[in-house]
């Protein structure tokens, strides 16, 4: 089955960087593309972007260019996320989900969120 | 960017009505809209693709219609575990955007 397994919690201090682990398992994982979509406390879901495996290739937000860089390790079927110059409203659940590979770029399966706390 | 409006934000019901949320966008996205249920401490949960296809393993009473700008989600009967946070988002161009969700809740 698939599934989506991300690293634990984090707590840093503004201007810190955070880097998140997303590892796939249950399908070929560089036959769909891995986005990253954040949720604030209390608030709503925010797209940071996406990767495709296969290649690499990445689409940001203008919102986050310059501070965001996602990767992926074929090897092991992990994608990571990299957040730069933290700041506290980058306080947020962090969520990979895949992209399946149709038209419709649906976001299909998710990781279980990893909690990330920006405070001094 | 497009603008992903839902409505009602909030709406309260009771186990075996039918509700309608609405999702509209700043311009016309065709058909590549989703939708995701969201509970509380928990991932979202795709529910519809492409507007009105139904995700494997969801109940046949979600179903979805719309294209262009316009667009809903129908519970036909809700049961006690749909109260929960309802998205839809814009898979049409990047970036993705998300309403800003409608809250189900317990009449």
């Known amino acids: 089955q698939v599934q989506l397994v991300q690293s634990g919690g984090e707590v840093k201090k503004p201007g810190a960087s955070v880097k998140v682990s997303c590892k796939a398992s249950g399908y070929t994982f560089t036959r769909h593309g891995i986005t990253w979509v954040r949720q604030a406390p209390g608030q709503g879901l925010e797209w940071m972007g996406w990767?495709?495996?296969?290649?690499?290739?990445?689409n940001y937000p203008q919102k986050l260019q310059g501070r965001v860089t996602m990767t992926t390790d074929t090897s092991t079927s992990t994608t990571y996320m990299e957040l730069r110059s933290l700041r506290s409203d980058d306080t947020a659940v962090y969520y990979c989900?895949?992209?399946?590979?149709?038209?419709?770029?649906?976001?299909?399966?998710w990781g279980q969120g990893t909690p990330v706390t920006v405070s001094s | 960017d497009i603008q992903m409006t839902q409505s009602p934000s909030s709406l309260s019901a009771s186990v075996g009505d039918r509700v309608t949320i609405t999702c509209r966008a700043s311009q016309s996205i065709s058909n590549y809209l989703n939708w995701y249920q969201q509970k509380p401490g928990k991932a979202p949960n795709l529910l519809i693709y492409?507007?009105?296809s139904l995700q494997s393993g969801v109940p046949s009473r979600f179903s979805g219609s719309g294209s262009e700008t316009d667009f809903t989600l129908t519970i036909s009967s809700l049961q006690p575990e749909d109260f929960a946070t309802y998205y839809c988002?814009?898979?049409?161009?990047?970036?993705?955007?998300f309403g800003q969700g409608t809250k189900l809740e317990i009449k």
């Open positions: 492409a507007a009105s």
């Open positions: 990767i495709t495996t296969y290649n690499g290739y990445t």
């Open positions: 989900a895949r992209v399946f590979s149709g038209s419709f770029g649906q976001f299909d399966f």
């Open positions: 988002q814009q898979s049409y161009s990047t970036p993705y955007t």
